[in-house]
């Protein structure tokens, strides 16, 4: 309920069916462990323009994270970490 009136509050959408697509296209791509298409998919995400904010960034880091680990790029990985700030306005990503 807290992260719901957060939302409602704001008046944001934290999503676009185009950037939802590209988000959720990743993670099935990781679900049958095609690393390089997740990695692809929260690329493109991340840099769908309507949907430029703190949770977007959290989540699609944090897939960006897990699949660099996978394909061996670990500096790599290490990097999407090292460029997410500390003081977040989170709305409902906190797990990440």
Same mark, same amino acid.
């Given at each position: 309920?807290?992260? =719901?009136? +957060? !939302?409602?509050? *704001?008046?944001?959408?934290? @999503?676009?069916?185009?950037?939802?697509?590209?988000?959720? #296209? %990743?993670?099935?791509?990781?679900?049958?462990?095609?690393?390089?298409?997740?990695?692809?998919?929260?690329?493109?995400?991340?840099?769908?323009? =309507?949907? +430029? !904010?703190?949770? *977007?960034?959290?989540?699609? @880091?944090?897939?960006?994270?897990?699949?660099?680990?996978? #394909? %061996?790029?670990?500096?790599?990985?290490?990097?999407?970490?090292?460029?997410?700030?500390?003081?977040?306005?989170?709305?409902?990503?906190?797990?990440?």
């Amino acid at each position: 309920y807290h992260e =719901l009136s +957060q !939302h409602q509050l *704001r008046h944001q959408y934290l @999503g676009s069916y185009r950037s939802n697509v590209h988000y959720y #296209l %990743g993670q099935t791509s990781w679900a049958i462990g095609d690393y390089q298409a997740t990695l692809d998919g929260m690329t493109r995400a991340a840099e769908e323009p =309507l949907v +430029q !904010h703190d949770d *977007r960034r959290v989540a699609t @880091g944090f897939w960006q994270y897990l699949a660099l680990r996978k #394909l %061996g790029r670990h500096d790599e990985a290490a990097a999407v970490v090292n460029e997410i700030p500390e003081g977040l306005e989170l709305v409902e990503n906190f797990d990440y």
